[in-house]
């Protein structure tokens, strides 16, 4: 996959999508799409956080997986620090994916705060 941004990124941006050949347009589309669905997998439960609970979302299984999640602020003289889920803060709710091969985490909004 990275080949076809490698040669053909540039070519397009150097000549721009109207000028670029269709078979080069149709591989960056290809690229592109694929690139989409694997961001769109979900997460395996074995790979969340301890934290991370597996929320039973409509969309869970086309962008991501929807976790419940309680949270650190970051202070280490916080209580939170401890690690003890009754100090923690939330539970909020986070979508893990994964982009460039690597697992990643995006707030989404604290439950019933629609």
Known sequence: MAAVTTHLA???SRRGAPKT????????????EA?????????????????AEPVDEPDNSENGT??????????????????DRQDMYGPYLYRYYRENGT???EYIEKPGSE
């Open 10 to 12: 540039p070519e397009v």
């Open 21 to 32: 050949g269709y078979r080069d347009l149709q591989e960056v589309q290809n690229y592109i």
């Open 35 to 51: 690139l989409i669905e694997y961001r769109d997998q979900s997460v395996d439960a074995d790979e969340l956080p301890e934290t």
């Open 66 to 83: 929807v976790v419940k999640e309680k949270v650190t602020c970051g202070d280490d003289s916080c209580k939170c620090a401890s690690g």
């Open 103 to 105: 697992m990643k985490s």
